[in-house]
């Protein structure tokens, strides 16, 4: 009966002692292996591993992404305007081994070091920014600067930011009816500025559209003077030829085109002298070659 209870017993501690020399780390986890405290491997593979109990002990750590939230917090920006803003982060440990030595392992002293970090970082931006820049088109440009400056310094902690997001930004009361005021402002005078260019590119279309128009009006005259003086000496052409076969014909032609011109309906006066050579043709009493 002893010796079966001392079996039992032998068996019970070999149990315990395999337990205690064997574990098994998650791929979703870090492991760091100490022995008497100290670390002596922290890049443990995912599996089954043994350890000497007493000797060596083992921490596990998160491997995965992490996030901490920030409450609602003041901070200043260029104007020294206050503004509330909570934010989130997110983040993983990549360096086990640092992350162990700057944090003991805490993963509140962590989040604690990494929450400074980001304030620090958006203390920076919203330092060089007007309200409306932080709340309007250079949000993104913000974000960035905040992200690039936190995965810098957590980097010393074996941490990776892979994210900043602000959630809210919102304004004192006394601090919003001035900012609002002043983003109607800007908007006021962008829209001037469009308006502005607009017009000065209406008054280039009319003045380009008038000078064409001159240019056109002008070649169109040249071209028509052309013509007329081009009909005019082929009509003097003509003429003088006309003259040349018959000249006594063309004088009577001439004069009869006169007459009609000058008489026009007949409902006229002219006054002109009787002996004037104008009225030559009136006066004659038989056709050419005859008694007059």
Avoid at 91 to 97: T, Y
Wanted: proline share 3%; glycine share 6%; hydrophobic share 40%.
């Amino acid at each position: 009966m002893a010796r079966g209870r001392s079996l039992l017993l032998l068996l019970l501690v070999l149990l315990v002692v395999g337990s205690m020399s064997v574990y098994v780390v998650d791929q979703r986890e870090h492991a760091i292996k100490f022995r008497f405290g100290e670390i002596i491997d922290s890049e443990i593979e995912p599996g089954l591993h043994f350890k000497i109990p007493i000797v060596n002990n083992v921490r596990f750590y998160p491997n995965r992404i992490l996030t901490v939230n920030n409450p609602e917090e003041n901070f200043l920006t260029f104007e020294k305007k206050n503004l509330i803003v909570d934010f989130f982060v997110k983040w993983r440990i990549v360096d086990v081994d640092d992350y162990y030595r700057a944090t003991g392992g805490e993963e509140i002293l962590a989040a604690q070091r990494l929450l400074e970090i980001v304030k620090d970082g958006i203390r920076a931006e919203f330092a060089k920014r007007t309200v409306p820049e932080v709340v309007s088109a250079e949000r993104r440009e913000l974000m960035d600067g905040m992200l690039a400056k936190a995965q810098h310094d957590a980097k010393l902690f074996g941490i990776d930011v892979v994210d900043v997001r602000v959630k809210r930004i919102e304004f004192r009361g006394e601090v919003s009816e001035s900012v609002f005021n002043r983003m109607r402002q800007e908007r006021v005078r962008f829209a001037k500025q469009l308006r502005a260019e607009g017009e000065e590119n209406a008054e280039r279309i009319r003045a380009e559209a008038d000078r064409e128009r001159t240019v056109i009006l002008a070649e169109a005259y040249r071209d028509a003077e052309k013509v007329r003086g081009e009909g005019d000496a082929r009509a003097a052409e003509i003429y003088a030829s006309a003259y040349e076969k018959d000249p006594e014909f063309y004088s009577f032609y001439r004069s009869i085109q006169a007459y009609r011109e000058a008489l026009g309906s007949g409902n006229g006066l002219l006054v002109v002298d009787p002996d004037n050579d104008f009225l030559r043709y009136l006066k004659e009493s038989r056709p050419r070659g005859g008694a007059r």
